[in-house]
């Protein structure tokens, strides 16, 4: 698995399929700086580790990350690949250091925020699936996600991890990862809390967007 990810080319696939889009292996040799069949055997040697998939449609094949398990994993290993340093500074670029997409939910400064103001509000409480990242909800965490218009009953059935911590690579705490993490973007997405730069994985704030926070979480932006 370490073999499989750690080769460059194929990193810097895995790294831009973070975003949550499928693309294509043309797309993704030009990401990964190779050839478009040295990139097909990458690709198959990803999906042989089930670390990717792929979807056929038509004449396309579009390739995505496995699930939020790999980017998670990537997330962290992110993490552990920079160097050690006295004092933590970003070197993200500003544009996804503020607010950028994980996978499907929200990652940067942002995301963080959001993550500690939950927290903070007693929304999330311990979760029960054994592990020591995971979160549940409180009552009070359910019935203020409710107000917001986000089914919490029908994301709690989906066939995935409910909430947990997932450590952001560039602030090096954590955001809300899992269905509820992506219940929030998708509902930020929606009220035009934010909106999302073409073609990319930032996450642009709007002046409404601002407003709705502090109202909302009392967050400052």
């Known amino acids: ?21 499928a693309r294509t292996s043309t797309e993704l040799a030009v990401v990964a700086e190779v050839s478009p069949s040295t990139a097909s055997v990458h690709l198959n ?7 990717i998939k792929v979807l056929v449609q038509g004449k396309h094949r579009y390739y995505s990350l496995q699930g939020t398990e790999v980017a998670t994993a990537l ?21 996804l250091r503020d607010a950028r997409t994980c996978y499907d939910h ?13 927290k903070s509000l007693g929304w999330l409480s311990t979760g029960s699936d054994g592990r020591d990242d995971a979160y549940d909800l409180s009552q009070i965490g359910v019935k ?4 917001l218009g986000i089914d919490v009953a029908a994301t709690r059935m989906l066939r995935r991890r409910f909430a947990f911590a997932c450590l952001d690579w560039s602030e090096r705490r954590s955001h809300l990862g899992g269905a509820i993490g992506a219940a929030l973007l998708d509902l930020a997405l929606k009220k035009k809390w934010v909106v999302q730069e ?6 642009s704030i709007t002046s409404h967007g601002r407003r709705e ?9």
């Open 198 to 203: 073409p073609g990319s994985r930032a996450l």
């Open 106 to 118: 929200i990652a940067g400064t942002l995301g963080v925020l959001l993550h500690d103001r939950l």
């Open 45 to 51: 040697r990803l999906k042989t580790a089930h670390l």
């Open 144 to 147: 203020g996600l409710e107000t």
């Open 75 to 95: 997330e962290a290993l992110s993490v552990l690949a920079g160097p050690s340093r006295d004092r933590f500074v970003p070197n993200t670029p500003s544009y």
């Open 213 to 221: 926070m502090l109202a909302r979480f009392d967050l400052h932006l």
């Open 1 to 21: 698995m370490a073999a499989a990810i750690g080769e460059p080319a194929r990193a810097r696939i895995l790294c831009c399929l973070l975003d949550g889009h």
